[in-house]
Every structure is written in C-alpha cells, then in structure tokens.
Nanobody, 124 residues
Framework: QVQLVESGGGSVQAGGSLRLSCAAS????????MGWFRQAPGKGREFVAA????????YYADSVKGRFTISRENAKNTVYLQMNSLKPEDTAVYYC?????????????????RGQGTQVTVSS
C-alpha cells in the first residue's frame, strides 16, 4: 500500500501562486510515477500533471501548461505542483496520485493510489 498526504492548498486571488506538496510512503518512491488530478464541484476528474519515476518526463493538461510545474524530490519522497497565474477556473480539490506498476500512460486520473485531496480556491 502507498499512503499519500497532500498539503499546501488554500485560498488565493487570481494571478497568485500556490505550491502543493504530496508526501508518499509505503513503497520505494523511485518505483512510483506520480501525478495530480483535480475535481471541481459538480464536475468529473480532470488530469492536471504527471511525472515519471526519475523526473525526466513530465506531462500537463493543456489548461495548465505554461502555468503549472510538476517536480519531485526523491530524497524526500515528495512530489510538488507549483501553480502560478492561478485563475478562478482552477478552483477544485486537488488530488495526488501514484502509479506503482510502471504504466507508460500517465495522462489519466485512475492511478493505483490517491490522497485525500487539498482544496484550492481562486477568487476573482
């Protein structure tokens, strides 16, 4: 089992920035591909970003490309999502997710494990 704990959510005005963190435990972190998805009220899950085990490959939704950056620090078993130039439409619960089995397809929202989520609210 992999446990994921997100932090860093909050409320910010449009144009502001937040950094989300997700700490993983339960498996060697370098075996895990990591990602983020979000879910706004009344909407389905939306893929946001993903990063492979080494950090050498990253993937982004078109809606966040150029504004969000995913990164990982393997020595700290942590993945980050730096969110800049936030917009009201970025308001959602953000979930960290982990893929344990080396899938080559990371642009999805149904990894093996996910965290409890952290709320991000962007006001105009």
């Amino acid at each position: 089992q992999v446990q994921l704990v997100e932090s860093g959510g909050g409320s910010v005005q449009a144009g502001g920035s937040l950094r989300l963190s997700c700490a993983a435990s339960g498996r060697p972190f370098t075996r895990l591909a990591m990602g983020w998805f979000r879910q706004a009220p009344g909407k389905g899950r939306e893929f946001v970003a993903a990063i492979n085990w080494s950090g050498g490959s990253t993937y982004y939704a078109d809606s966040v490309k150029g504004r969000f950056t995913i990164s990982r620090e393997n020595a700290k078993n942590t993945v980050y999502l730096q969110m800049n130039s936030l917009k009201p439409e970025d308001t959602a619960v953000y979930y960290c997710q982990a893929d344990e089995y080396g899938s080559s397809q990371l642009v999805r929202t149904n990894y093996d494990y996910r965290g409890q989520g952290t709320q991000v609210t962007v006001s105009s």
